[in-house]
């Protein structure tokens, strides 16, 4: 049984009595609400406030526009499960328990002894749900959810299982909830784009058709499962005699591939264009769709005044991906969404292009809009919320920073980050001031660019920097500690075999679930 103790985490006095915005004092004194949305390989200009110019989302892009926007944000790796572990327990990838997607027993989780921001916030008073894709710990295993602090879960625990929209089944705490009415469909097609051709049928209404369903439209479609699992929980926040604080995680699938959404809405109105993009940019506007019911259901129930609302994505740009435009670490940008970003790499490499992503904090009570410039990216949520819940943020040992002075405009009394750090793997990259450094693995020679003004990273400046270099190799070389499963930076591959052997031979390999039934990934090797 986990146990564990905040002792030390002292209220904080007064936090939010008063707090400004707009030259008056907030409604509620109270310890506010707290919701982080957190989409799945969205990319940085998915957003229309970020860039996006062929739709728009207009209720993600209203949050943004009234709060606080940060221009230069990061995901803690570029991929999904150890920047999930990173976000939730404010350490980085070289301090996480899960630091890459899989290590040398398979999918691994986070551990007992982790403290996550909900076991934080569930000690404060707040009552806590997840809701999504997890990602981080296996059904069975003590990483899962309901084990991590949160009263409330729903979604997929497993990510590869979260490959697919049209589930056999989806957790509920710690049992399973089944969609006979998705038996049959052909997951393992989905993943076939050669020629970059189309995989799924829609109505001339723009309505998914599955045919291959003895109901083609009676399909659960897991976005809409977890979205009603999201306003239910809220639902019962709102009704419950005990008024206390919630934390609400939607770790929303969207836009995750391989794309498949049930409306394809305006998209379907450009035939012209390829169908994965159109499914894609719906995708996103699903996602914005929704985001645009929760407000109205805040701001319904009197409760949006005091709900301070996160979005950011998981890591850096990914799309092309799903398709046979390409891969990493090229990554080419799709030629009509234009939504990469001017980056360099994307998802799975520790480049600015897998790393930089859409990052706002919302709450017009109590927050001022401002677009802020200042690098900083997701393990400073746990402080962060930990300060929201009248805690000290630092207490605990993190390597995130509170955002809250940011946010409320009181810049004078933010320190900032001296640097952060990132690594996948062998690769490793630091973000120093207006500078990033990055090496391919330790037998590399260290690059080094002005981010600031070269996103793209297309002018090495390591030679005319020797100094800014050096200090970049000491944090590289010191800022992560040994992990018995997981590839670190100073080993090789022989290295790491040796850990796979020893998973093997010590019964520690964890098991494999695949969406659907289906065998086997298009990457995985065959045997």
């Not at 080419?332 to 234009?338: E, H, I, S, T, V």
Request: one cysteine or more; glycine letters at 8%.
């Amino acid at each position: 049984m986990k146990t564990y103790s905040l002792r030390g985490m002292l209220p904080l006095v007064s936090l939010f009595t008063p707090l400004f915005a707009n030259g008056q004092e907030a409604h509620k004194t109270e310890k506010p609400n707290i919701i982080f949305v957190l989409a799945d390989d969205m990319s940085y200009r998915d957003l229309s406030c970020y860039g996006q110019q062929r739709y728009s989302t207009p209720h993600l892009d209203s949050l943004a526009m009234q709060g606080v926007r940060f221009s230069q944000a990061y995901a803690a790796a570029p991929e999904s499960a150890p920047s999930r572990c990173c976000m939730l327990t404010g350490l980085h990838t070289g301090h996480s328990s899960v630091r890459m997607n899989s290590s040398a027993r398979g999918q691994d989780n986070i551990l007992d002894s982790d403290v996550t921001v909900a076991e934080v916030l569930k000690e404060a008073g707040y009552h806590t749900a997840f809701v999504g894709k997890w990602g981080i710990g296996l059904q069975g295993t003590e990483g899962v959810p309901y084990k991590q602090g949160f009263d409330y879960c729903f979604g997929f625990y497993d990510q590869t299982e979260a490959h697919t929209y049209i589930p056999d089944y989806l957790y509920e705490n710690d049992r399973k909830v089944m969609y006979p009415q998705n038996k049959g469909f052909e997951m393992a097609r989905r993943y076939d784009y050669k020629g970059n051709k189309a995989q799924n049928t829609y109505d001339k209404d723009g309505c998914l058709y599955i045919s291959e369903l003895k109901d083609p439209y009676g399909y659960a479609y897991s976005e809409n499962e977890m979205e009603k699992a999201a306003m239910n929980f809220l639902k019962r926040q709102t009704e419950a005699k005990d008024k206390s604080p919630f934390f609400l995680y939607y770790a929303t699938q969207l836009p995750h591939g391989p794309v498949i959404v049930d409306e394809l809405g305006e998209m379907k109105d450009h035939p012209e264009v390829n169908q994965l993009s159109r499914e894609w940019a719906a995708m996103v506007m699903k996602l914005d769709s929704f985001v645009g019911k929760l407000v109205a259901y805040l701001k319904q129930t009197g409760q949006y005044e005091n709900t301070i609302i996160f979005f950011a994505s998981d890591n850096g740009y990914s799309m092309c991906g799903y398709t046979e435009r390409g891969n990493g670490p090229s990554w080419p940008d799709d030629p009509w969404l234009k939504n990469k970003g001017p980056f360099r790499g994307g998802k799975f490499t520790a480049q600015e292009g897998g790393l930089r992503v859409p990052f706002f904090v919302s709450c017009p009570s109590k927050f001022k809009p401002e677009v802020i410039s200042t690098p900083v990216w997701l393990p400073d949520f746990f402080p962060t919320a930990a300060e929201i819940a009248g805690l000290d943020p630092h207490a605990r040992r993190t390597d995130g920073i509170s955002l809250l002075p940011l946010l409320k405009g009181d810049k004078e009394n933010y320190k900032g980050h001296k640097y952060l750090y990132f690594s996948r793997g062998k690769e490793q990259s630091v973000r120093m001031g207006a500078f990033s450094a990055y090496r391919a693995d330790k037998n590399s020679p260290v690059e080094l660019y002005l981010t600031e003004e070269d996103t793209y990273w297309e002018r090495d400046l390591a030679f005319n920097h020797p100094e800014i270099v050096k200090e970049a190799v000491r944090i590289m070389d010191s800022s992560f500690t040994p992990h018995p499963w997981y590839w670190t930076p100073d080993e090789t591959f022989a290295d790491y075999q040796k850990k796979v052997k020893r998973a093997k031979e010590t019964g520690n390999i964890l098991p494999v679930y695949r969406p659907n039934g289906i065998k086997s990934f298009p990457w995985e090797k065959k045997k």
